[in-house]
T-cell receptor, first 116, second 109 residues
Framework: GAGVSQSPRYKVAKRGQDVALRCDPISGHVSLFWYQQALGQGPEFLTYFQNEAQLDKSGLPSDRFFAERPEGSVSTLKIQRTQQEDSAVYLC??????????????FGPGTRLTVL | TQLLEQSPQFLSIQEGENLTVYCNSSSVFSSLQWYRQEPGEGPVLLVTVVTGGEVKKLKRLTFQFGDARKDSSLHITAAQPGDTGLYLCAGAPGNQFYFGTGTSLTVIP
């Protein structure tokens, strides 16, 4: 399909394990966003890429969280030494526009991470 | 304290009833967006409001942007079971994008 895809859809990790979450944005979309969403709550901003440049990572909760988009397309969110409080749905969104902030973002279905 | 507060947080109504969801902030936004999210899916954009006082209609949904561009409302007329979902307002007062706290709507057939 032509939408944003994320993998895996579900991930169960033992506390202390490292995980990597993948996002395939819509082809040609310049802006890419990662969000963390707790159950029943609104998504919270984690980080923003414009092409391969990470322009804002102020929302990353700790230095255990790392995101990259090396070729300006696919992005990976990595969480090291996972903790139970990292359990959430991680959403990826892409936007055609350069700034993306006030333009339509297209969201993937998310990856539900459960840390035991 | 959340930048965008939504009320109510939960709403359960019978099919055919009307409802209003509110999104409030102390910050001024150049625009606000409304999204709907269904279980297991990402949010989907419903509308963007840009001008203070603006009213936009999308079938049975009416969106209003406050005159001071600090708040917005979503009114649904004659709710249908297909309207069930998590409704989110969102905007960027600066360079970072914020979502509201969310309103979970259940429409009972």
């Amino acid at each position: 399909g032509a939408g944003v895809s994320q993998s895996p859809r579900y991930k169960v990790a033992k506390r202390g394990q490292d995980v990597a979450l993948r996002c395939d944005p819509i082809s040609g979309h310049v802006s890419l966003f990662w969000y963390q969403q707790a159950l029943g709550q609104g998504p919270e901003f984690l980080t923003y890429f414009q092409n391969e440049a990470q322009l804002d990572k102020s929302g990353l909760p700790s230095d255990r969280f790392f995101a990259e988009r090396p070729e300006g397309s696919v992005s990976t969110l990595k969480i090291q030494r996972t903790q139970q409080e990292d359990s959430a749905v991680y959403l990826c969104a892409s936007s055609l526009a350069v700034s993306g902030i006030n333009n339509e973002q297209f969201f993937g279905p998310g990856t539900r991470l459960t840390v035991l | 304290t959340q930048l965008l507060e939504q009320s109510p947080q939960f709403l359960s109504i019978q099919e055919g009833e009307n409802l209003t969801v509110y999104c409030n902030s102390s910050s001024v936004f150049s625009s606000l967006q409304w999204y709907r999210q269904e279980p297991g899916e990402g949010p989907v954009l419903l509308v963007t409001v840009v001008t203070g006082g603006e009213v936009k209609k999308l079938k049975r949904l009416t969106f209003q942007f406050g005159d001071a561009r600090k708040d917005s409302s979503l009114h649904i007329t004659a709710a249908q079971p297909g309207d069930t979902g998590l409704y989110l307002c969102a905007g960027a007062p600066g360079n970072q994008f914020y979502f509201g706290t969310g309103t979970s709507l259940t429409v009972i057939p």
